[in-house]
């Protein structure tokens, strides 16, 4: 059963990527890089996809390193480390 023709069934298939159909695949637009926040929209290389937001997690103070990794109050994220000298 493709999705494109049942889009529920990414919904309903145990082990699914995820409840979004996009181009006949199901993923999850909160956290694929290829269709992040919604099909088709790429992050760059660079970035990961968090919440359905591209973010650049070696910089992010509140995505450092992966996503919801968040820097104490007064720290900085370098290299993906919060506080890296």
């Known amino acids: 059963m493709r999705c494109d ?3 529920r069934v990414c919904r309903l298939m145990r082990n699914s990527p995820g409840p979004d159909c996009c181009k006949k695949k199901c993923v999850n637009v909160k956290r694929d890089r290829m269709n992040c926040g919604m099909c088709g929209y790429k992050c760059k290389y660079t970035e ?21 990794h968040k820097c104490n109050k007064g720290e900085f994220c370098v290299y993906g480390m919060c506080n890296y000298a």
């Open 5 to 7: 023709k049942f889009p």
């Open 48 to 68: 990961i996809c968090c919440k359905g937001v591209c973010v650049n997690a070696s910089f992010d103070k509140r995505n450092c390193g992966g996503c919801n």
